[in-house]
Structure formats: structure tokens, C-alpha cells
């Protein structure tokens, strides 16, 4: 059973440092992984998808990295501002595993002036 | 830009009846999901749903629960008869196709509050 794990589950860093937010799994079989941010009490914005051929995707401040064999991901957030604080999530779909995902514990971010 | 809408935002119910939360999936996307959260804990997959049958489901989404999608536009999920276990935010979600672009995207939530 595929288990994803998130650390640090929170972190608070001052406004304009660059940050590393680091996702596990433990099925390397994965065909893709998302990232997500999620506000308190609201929904799901995704950030980035990158497919298991990929090694990272870019958008805007946001790097996501992909390692499969080492069963880890990274996102790295550059120049962090205050309305970057919200809760991150990571998901990963399983090859032949359909289309759910498996969510992390996530990682509660506070960026502080 | 085209977005997962999802009614009521919030809904509070009596244990034993039942709900039905509705979600208006992005217009040209083909694969439909509903995901749950309960309040501190992961988001957690219940049902995908394709081509007008369920193509998988957790081992959550027993027999209280149905999806439907009743006309071209809504998707909905049914929970017959609710627990209190079932208080939770129900999000819905929806992405493009099968193939190997398959992002997903969420809509809003619905905060479902069994008494």
C-alpha cells in the first residue's frame, strides 16, 4: 500500500528566504506526482504535475523535482512572500494503480514579514 | 479560467438522513472524482468516475454511498443514510482524460457537518 509522507509537517521561514519542502513515498511505481496548495478551510489549487519520465517542472517561484528510484520529491519555493503561508500537499498516482491519488500529511507553511 | 464548482459550501445534517452534494465538473474533462477530508487528517480517495460508470472506489464509498451524473453537467455524491462519522469536506474533482496528461483539479469542498 502506497504511503506518502511529508516533512516538515510545519515550517515558518521570514519573508524572502527560499524554502524546500520534501515529499516520500514508498511505491516507486508511480506514474505521476501533483503538488497542491491548500488555504485554511478552502479547497485544492494545484501547482504542478510532473510525470514519472520527468526529473522536475517549473512554474513561476515553484520547482518540483521528481527522484522515483529514491522514492522522493521536492518542492522549492524561491523568494518566499507572506501569501505563499498555506498548507502544501503532495499526491501520487500509482502505474496501473487507476486514476486516485494518495495524499501526504502535507507541510503547513507560514512566511513571515 | 475554467474552474470545479461544488453546492453547498457547507452543509449540516441529521444522523440517519440523506445528503446529496453536487459538483459541476470543468466542461471538457472526461474523468470525475470525490475525494473526502476529515478535519486534521489526509485528503483520501473515495470513487473515480468514467464514462458514466464508477471505475474505482475506496474501500470508504460502502453501499450508504452513490454517484451520479444526472445530465451533461453535474456529478454528484449521495450518502444514504449519514454517520457521524461522515462529517468531513467532500471535495470533487475533475481532469482532462486518461492518458498520460491526467492533472487533476479540485473544486472548493463542501463541508458536511452530521449531528
Known amino acids: 500500500k502506497q504511503e506518502v509522507t511529508q516533512i516538515p509537517a510545519a515550517l515558518s521561514v521570514p519573508e524572502g528566504e527560499n524554502l524546500v519542502l520534501n515529499c516520500s513515498f514508498t511505491?516507486?511505481?508511480?506514474?505521476?506526482l501533483q503538488w497542491f496548495r491548500q488555504d485554511p478551510g478552502k479547497g485544492l489549487t494545484s501547482l504542478l504535475l510532473?510525470?514519472?519520465?520527468?526529473r522536475e517542472q517549473t512554474s513561476g517561484r515553484l520547482n518540483a523535482s521528481l527522484d522515483k528510484s529514491s522514492g522522493r520529491s521536492t518542492l522549492y519555493i524561491a523568494a518566499s512572500q507572506p501569501g505563499d503561508s498555506a498548507t502544501y500537499l503532495c499526491?501520487?498516482?500509482?502505474?496501473?494503480?487507476?486514476?486516485?491519488?494518495?495524499f501526504g500529511t502535507g507541510t503547513q507553511l507560514k512566511v513571515e514579514l | 479560467e475554467p474552474e470545479v464548482t461544488q453546492t453547498p459550501s457547507h452543509q449540516v445534517t441529521q444522523m440517519g438522513q440523506e445528503v446529496i452534494l453536487r459538483c459541476v465538473p470543468i466542461?471538457?474533462?472526461?474523468?470525475f472524482y470525490w475525494y473526502r477530508q476529515i478535519l486534521g487528517q489526509k485528503v483520501e480517495f473515495l470513487v473515480s468516475?468514467?464514462?458514466?460508470?464508477?471505475?474505482?472506489k475506496s474501500e470508504i464509498f460502502d453501499d450508504q454511498f452513490s454517484v451520479e451524473r444526472p445530465d451533461g453537467s453535474n456529478f454528484t455524491l449521495k450518502i444514504r443514510s449519514t454517520k457521524l462519522e461522515d462529517s468531513a469536506m467532500y471535495f470533487c474533482?475533475?481532469?482532462?482524460?486518461?492518458?498520460?496528461?491526467?492533472?487533476?483539479?479540485f473544486g472548493p469542498g463542501t463541508r458536511l457537518t452530521v449531528l
Open positions: 474533482a475533475s481532469s482532462p482524460q486518461t492518458s498520460s496528461y491526467n492533472e487533476q483539479f
Open positions: 511505491d516507486s511505481a508511480i506514474y505521476n
Open positions: 510532473i510525470q514519472s519520465s520527468q
Open positions: 499526491a501520487v498516482r500509482l502505474t496501473g494503480g487507476g486514476n486516485k491519488l494518495t
Open positions: 466542461s471538457n474533462h472526461l474523468y
Open positions: 468516475f468514467y464514462n458514466n460508470e464508477i471505475s474505482e
